[in-house]
C-alpha cells in the first residue's frame, strides 16, 4: 500500500505559507517571476502565483521550462525525456525568478533548470521553491521555500499527484520498482 | 522513443514515431528563436557529414543542426578523401567511425546505401537521400512545416507537382503524408510519374487545373537536370508551359493554398519568382524548419538504446 504524505488539503496549506514565504523574503512582487519546470512544477507556479495574486492583489509572470536538453542523463536513462514545450514569455534579465518543482532529490534537474534558464537570459537570482524534498542530494543545491522534508530511502518513490492532470491532490510514498 | 539507432527513410517509420519527431522538433524550434540559439544537448558527440553528392543546403542544415546540439562536425569531402584512391565505401565509413563519429550523415547516388552501412556500423545512420530512393529529414520537414501551417495534416489535400520518378523528396513525403492522413495527388507528365500508383491510394493527374483544384498545399519539385539525360520531356521551356507553377495556375487552389519547395529552386522552371516570394510561399520556413527537425532526429537517435 503506498503511504499517503500530504492530502489535499495539506497541499494547500503548504502552498499558501511558501507564497507567503516568497513574498516576505523578496518583500512584495517587484520583478519577481515563477518558472515552473515541466511538468509538476509548472501546475504549482500556477498555483504559487494565483494565491500571491490573492494576497498582494499584483499579477506576477509564469514561465513554464523544459529541461530536456540540459539534462546530464540522456545515456543512462531507461525511457528518454519527452520534450515539452518552454514557454518563458518574459525577458528574464534582471528578474528574481522562483523556479518551481514539485519534489527535489538528487538535486541533477535543478542544475539542469538553472543552465537552461542561464541561457534565456542573465536573471537578478534564482531561488528555488519545492513541495516536497526527498533529501539524497548529489549537487550542492538546497531549496528556500519548500512544503515539507520527507526522508525517504532510496528504494522508495515520491508520487505527486495533481488535479491539473486529473488526478485528486495526493502525494504518496511507494515502493520503487511498481 | 524510436527504436532503431538509423533514420533510413520514412517507410520504415510508424505514425507513432513521425509524430515524436515532429513534437520534438518543436521544442527545438523554441531554441532557434532565441539570443542563444545553442543547448548543450549532445556534447562530446560528433557527427560526420559523409556526402557522395554535392549538396549545400542538406549539408549545412545537418552541419547547423549539430552545432546547435553542441555536437562537433567534420565534413568528410569526398573528392579529395582517399576515395579516390580506391578505399570502398565501408572501409570509408568504417574509417570514419573508428575517428569516433557517432552518427554519420550520408547522401549518395545509389539507393540503398544508408541501409548497407546502418547493418555494418555501430554508429547512427542518418539517410541524407540515397539515389531516387529516399530523403526522410526533408519530408519531415515538410510534415513539420505543414502540421504548423495548418494545424494538422489528416485530411488534407496535397499536390506534388513534378518528376515524381527521380524524387527521393516526393517518395519520403508520399509515404509520410499517407501515413499522416494526407490525401495526396500527383501532378507530371505521365512519363515522370511512375506506374500504378493508384494502387497504393494516391491520385494522378495530367493536368495542372484538374489537379491544383481545391488543394491546401502544393509541393513542386526540382526538375532534376543531372537526371535528365534521357529525354523524359522535351525541353525546359516545353516542361515550364505545361507544368510550371504560376499565380494564374495556383487560382484553383484554396485561398489558403501554401506553396512548397524543397531547393533549391529553378525560378521561371518548375515555379514562378512571383508564386516563390509570394504570400503562399513558406519555402523559406522550409529552411528554419529543416534545422529543427534535424536537431530532433539526433537528439533521438542519441536516446536509442543499443
Partial sequence: ?178 | MLNSKDLIGIKELSVEDINLILDTAAGFKDVLGRDIKKVPTLRGKTAVNLFFEPSTRTRTSFELAAKRLSTDVINFSVPTSSFVKGESLIDTALTVQALGADFIIIRHSSAGVPHLLAQKLRVSVINAGDGTNEHPTQALLDAFTIKEKKGNIEGLDIAIVGDIMHSRVAKSNIYSLTKLGAKIRLIGPPTLIPGEMEKIGVGVFHSMEAGLKDVDVVMTLRIQMERQSKGFFPSTEEYSKNWGLTPDRLAVARDDVIVMHPGPMNRGIEISSEIADGPRSVILEQVTNGLAVRMAVMYLLAGVKR
Fill in chain 1, 1 to 178: 500500500m503506498p503511504k499517503e504524505l500530504l492530502n489535499k488539503k495539506d497541499m494547500d496549506r503548504a502552498l499558501t505559507r511558501m507564497s507567503h514565504e516568497i513574498i516576505e523574503k523578496n518583500k512584495g512582487t517587484d520583478r519577481l517571476c515563477l518558472v515552473g519546470i515541466q511538468r509538476g512544477g509548472v501546475h504549482l507556479a500556477k498555483r504559487l502565483a494565483s494565491k500571491i495574486k490573492e494576497i498582494e492583489k499584483k499579477e506576477i509572470p509564469v514561465g513554464s521550462l523544459d529541461i530536456a536538453f540540459y539534462r546530464d542523463d540522456l545515456n543512462i536513462r531507461k525511457e528518454q525525456a519527452l520534450v515539452r514545450k518552454t514557454d518563458v514569455p518574459f525577458e528574464v534579465t534582471d528578474l528574481k525568478i522562483v523556479l518551481v518543482d514539485d519534489v527535489l532529490f538528487t538535486g541533477r534537474s535543478i542544475r539542469a533548470a538553472m543552465d537552461a534558464l542561464m541561457d534565456l537570459g542573465r536573471p537578478a537570482s534564482i531561488q528555488l521553491a519545492v513541495l516536497i524534498d526527498r533529501g539524497h542530494r548529489q549537487l550542492p543545491i538546497k531549496a528556500d521555500f519548500v512544503g515539507k522534508n520527507i526522508p525517504t530511502s532510496l528504494s522508495e518513490n515520491v508520487e505527486v499527484r495533481l488535479e491539473e492532470d486529473g488526478f485528486g491532490d495526493r502525494i504518496v510514498l511507494e515502493k520503487a520498482g511498481k
